[in-house]
């Protein structure tokens, strides 16, 4: 794979979340409708569109947002955590015959 040259950017930091959402939409365009074998040549000419140091930085911006513990917003779209029983109401218990 030939490399462009590294960006003024410096390497460390990390891109924006909408540089990263781009690269991710983008990605997803070329290679959504191709069968598997075709898939892995399709990703391999869209990364080779980028240099090198565009794709450390996209790199690290992923990387963040996946370490990153889940906000107030996801934990209130998660479902409610149950208590051990499967629902419903208990059954009655019917003595016990002797």
């Known amino acids: 794979m030939e490399r462009g040259k590294v960006p003024d950017r410096p390497p460390n930091e990390a891109a ?4 990263a959402r781009r690269f991710l939409r983008g990605l997803g365009e070329h290679a959504a409708d191709l069968r598997p074998e075709e898939q892995a040549a399709a990703v391999k000419r869209y990364v080779d569109q980028f240099p090198l140091g565009e794709l450390q930085t996209i790199a690290r911006r992923i990387i963040m947002d996946l ?3 889940p906000g107030p917003e996801a934990a209130a779209a998660a479902p409610p955590k149950r208590d051990g029983r499967r629902g419903g109401t208990p059954r009655k218990r019917e003595p016990r015959r002797r």
């Not at 924006?16 to 540089?19: C, G, H």
Request: hydrophobic share 45%; aromatic share 0%.
């Open 16 to 19: 924006a979340a909408e540089d």
């Open 67 to 69: 370490m990153r513990p």
